[in-house]
């Protein structure tokens, strides 16, 4: 849009008007369809993820999913991350009501359980999906997905510092290998629950995380949202 548009619309009131209305319908239609992209791509993978198919499973004509976003690089991306907000919030946030370290350490690792369990996207963790897609591809979205995943084994580790750091855990301990059997341990649930199509293993996950920690040295009181 040129700048005399920009202006033309910013002087008239029923111009701005109408334009916000259009931002506002655009932006709604943006956060309809990437809750199908989603969902699709938590089961069939970012390759899965064509406009043809986003636009049977939203019920939106192709053209108008082609104007949003371009082109299948750019709906990907703007996928992963639509889910990277999903994950934070439900995940990461709602942990933050705990004190750093051990607390919202179990606190993370039982809303990622949760978050799986309770099939937020039909196939699971989102990312434990697309990066088994992506991860042999080079390109702007295996960056997107791998960020998206350093961050989160980042966050993890770093409660376990802090724990370290602050007594909750044996000066001995190891972050990095810490954090990664947690972590791993999490997408072994993830994945043996939607192959079994069986809850059992979140509670075997779970109870394996909470008897690793306290043999890191955590105390038990700390631990109870990982209890059964």
């Given at each position: 849009m040129s700048k005399v548009a920009v202006d033309a619309i910013a002087s008239d009131p029923a111009q701005r008007q109408a334009a916000d209305g259009r931002r506002v319908r655009g932006d709604?239609?943006?956060?309809?369809?990437?809750?199908?992209a989603t969902?699709?791509?938590s089961v069939d993978g970012l390759d899965g993820l064509t406009i043809g198919r986003l636009a049977t499973a939203s019920g939106r004509g192709k053209s108008s999913i082609a104007t949003l976003f371009q082109s299948k690089e750019g709906l990907q991306l703007a996928t992963?991350?639509?889910?990277?907000?999903v994950f934070t919030a439900?995940?990461?946030?709602?942990a933050r009501t705990e004190p750093r370290g051990v607390?919202?350490?179990?606190?993370?690792?039982?809303?990622a359980l949760d978050y799986s369990r309770d099939r937020v996207?039909?196939?699971?963790?989102?990312?434990?999906?697309?990066?088994?897609?992506?991860?042999?591809?080079p390109g702007p979205v295996r960056d997107a997905v791998r960020t998206a995943l350093v961050d989160w084994y980042g966050y993890i580790e770093a409660q376990v510092r802090h724990a370290v750091a602050n007594g909750e855990l044996a000066a001995v301990t190891d972050p990095e290998q810490l954090a990664f059997e947690l972590a791993a341990l999490n997408e072994e649930a993830n994945s043996r629950s939607l192959l079994l199509q069986d809850e059992r293993?979140?509670?075997l996950a779970a109870r394996a995380m909470r008897e690793r920690l306290r043999?890191?040295?955590?105390?038990?009181?700390?631990?109870?949202?990982?209890d059964a």
């Open positions: 709604a239609s943006r956060r309809t369809v990437l809750q199908s969902d699709l791509a992963v991350a639509a889910a990277r907000d439900l995940i990461v946030e709602r607390r919202r350490l179990a606190s993370l690792l039982r809303n996207f039909t196939g699971g963790c989102f990312f434990a999906a697309t990066a088994a897609d992506v991860d042999s591809k293993p979140y509670d043999a890191a040295g955590a105390a038990p009181d700390r631990l109870t949202a990982l």
